[in-house]
Structure formats: structure tokens, C-alpha cells
């Protein structure tokens, strides 16, 4: 794997880097009611030495029903400012299971303008095969100021994700599993109706990671995408369930240098519940 800091990077690279005074680490662990596990607990008892816990529920618009919808700017520029990360530093993020919630806080900075930002190719899971040194000490952390230029072009809302979805405008890329897509499968949150948006397309996130959950090569994700139906020469749009996994099938589609993607961040959680919008069901 060719590390990129400025998408994803293997744990080879974070381990020669981690001595670099510029060099903020996140742990953004995140993870489903269903699993059992919850992230600070597991990064109080162990984590990457420096590494910051980013919370994904708390770091998000707190006036909005939907799950860790994106936060106001302000309340971004706070938090982080709290975490002594901001501008100068490169950011590198992973969380416990490999590549998942890790993805979805990389998509959230570089919606904040921030572009020093990559994913820990393998995630904790990896960096503690390999043996390498871990610590549950919080870091003593300074202050820094974060600029945050809002990339509107990165985010779609119920509204223009329902104009895609009937001019085919944008392909919608769904990265839930298939048997949810389908509507075989009920939806994990209550009250949502079971299905897809019309006209998107089906690719799991789980088939673009390897067994050990790094991400596949390029290549292998471009076949992916292609067997899928998706036109890679057309502007897409992500989704899944509550704007987690979309952001691995945004982070697949930079690595293969198709950078014109947005994020549905209500995605299935918002979708699901309008009664207004349609629901197809079956295959693409």
C-alpha cells in the first residue's frame, strides 16, 4: 500500500511518525448498540501513545433527531480547539475495528477544510497484532487554533438527495449490506421502513476491506464499483445507514482519484422515516 497522508496510511508509517511534534492521532472508535463495546472505555484502558478520543456522538449537531449528524462549525472549532488539534498538524485517525468509524471523522475534516487527514490503514486491531507500544494515559494537550473553510460541495441533505434520485443527476451508492438494501432485512433502528432510495446502487463496505480490515488496493475497489453498475465518470453520492460506513466508500473513491462524491448524511436514518420520499426494494 502507497501510504497517502492525506487518505489513508499504514501502520508502518503512523510508527516512524509518531515522534513528530506536528503529528495529532485520533481515536474516533464508534460502534452499534448491537456490538456491546463503547469507544472511551476501551480507549481509557488502552490506546495508540498521544492519541486523543474523538466522539463522534458528542462531536455532532445536538439539535438534530437523526444520529451523529454533522456539527455546527462553531462546535467543531471548540472541540477540537479543547483537543489541541488544529491548523499545521497532520491528523491521523483510526478506531477499534479496522477501517469503519475512522472513515466518517477523515470525511468530517476534510468537510471543515481540513485536508491533513488520513486513516490508519487496519485501525487499532493491527497496530496491536504487530506489538507495537500502547499507553492509557490521556496527553497533556495545548490549545490550537482550527481555520475551517465548510466544503458545501462534500454534503447532500433529504432534498437533494431526493432531486438525484429522480433526475439521476448523481449516482447514489449505498454501503449497507446487501440483504438491507434489498429490504430482505430489518432495519436496526426502529420506525424505519425496510428498502433503498430508487435508482442508487449497492456496493457493501464490508467488500471493499480486506480480512484483516485494511482497505483493498485501487484496482480492486475500481472492479468493484464497476461490477456494481457504477458509472466512475459521473458524480457521486454516498450513503448507508446513519453516515458512517458512506464515508469508507468516499475514502475508496478519493483513493482511486474520484474526488466529485458527497456525503448523504441523514442517509438510511433520515430516508427510512420521511414518508414522503420513496422506497424501492429488491435488487438495483
Known amino acids: 500500500m502507497a501510504d497517502d497522508p492525506k487518505t489513508l496510511v499504514s501502520t508502518d508509517w503512523l510508527a516512524q511518525h509518531i515522534k513528530d511534534p506536528d503529528l495529532r492521532i485520533l481515536d474516533a472508535s464508534l460502534y452499534l448498540p ?16 498521544g492519541a486523543r478520543f474523538f466522539d463522534i456522538d458528542d462531536i455532532s449537531d445536538s439539535r438534530s433527531d437523526l444520529p451523529h449528524m454533522v456539527p455546527p462549525i462553531e462546535k467543531f472549532m471548540s472541540r477540537l480547539r479543547a483537543m489541541g488539534v488544529g491548523d499545521g498538524h497532520q ?26 487527514v488520513a486513516v490508519l490503514d487496519g485501525g487499532f486491531p493491527k497496530w496491536q497484532a504487530e506489538g507495537r507500544e500502547i499507553e492509557d494515559m490521556r496527553p497533556v494537550v495545548r490549545d490550537r487554533h482550527m481555520t475551517v473553510r465548510f466544503q458545501n460541495q462534500m454534503v447532500r441533505d433529504v432534498t437533494q438527495v431526493s432531486s438525484a434520485s429522480k433526475l439521476g443527476t448523481s449516482q447514489i451508492v449505498d454501503a449497507r449490506a446487501a440483504t438491507r438494501f434489498r429490504g430482505d432485512a430489518p432495519e436496526p433502528r426502529e420506525g424505519l421502513r425496510a428498502g433503498h432510495i430508487p435508482g442508487s446502487r449497492n456496493v457493501p463496505f464490508a467488500d471493499l476491506l480486506n480480512q484483516n480490515n485494511t482497505l483493498k488496493s485501487p484496482d480492486q475497489t475500481r472492479a468493484i464499483f464497476e461490477a456494481a453498475g457504477v458509472d466512475l465518470n459521473k458524480p457521486i ?33 433520515e430516508w427510512g422515516m420521511f414518508p414522503t420520499v420513496p422506497v424501492a426494494t429488491g435488487e438495483a
Do not use: K
Open 34 to 49: 448491537s456490538v456491546d463495546r463503547d469507544g472511551r472505555t476501551e480507549y481509557d484502558a488502552a490506546h495508540i501513545p
Open 91 to 116: 491528523v491521523v485517525v483510526y478506531d477499534g475495528t479496522g477501517v469503519y468509524s475512522a472513515a466518517r471523522v477523515w470525511w468530517l475534516f476534510r468537510l471543515m477544510g481540513q485536508n491533513n
Open 237 to 269: 453520492i454516498t450513503s448507508c445507514g446513519s453516515g458512517v460506513t458512506a464515508a469508507i466508500l468516499g475514502l475508496a473513491l478519493t483513493r482511486m482519484g474520484h474526488d466529485n462524491w458527497a456525503l448523504y448524511d441523514g442517509s438510511w436514518a
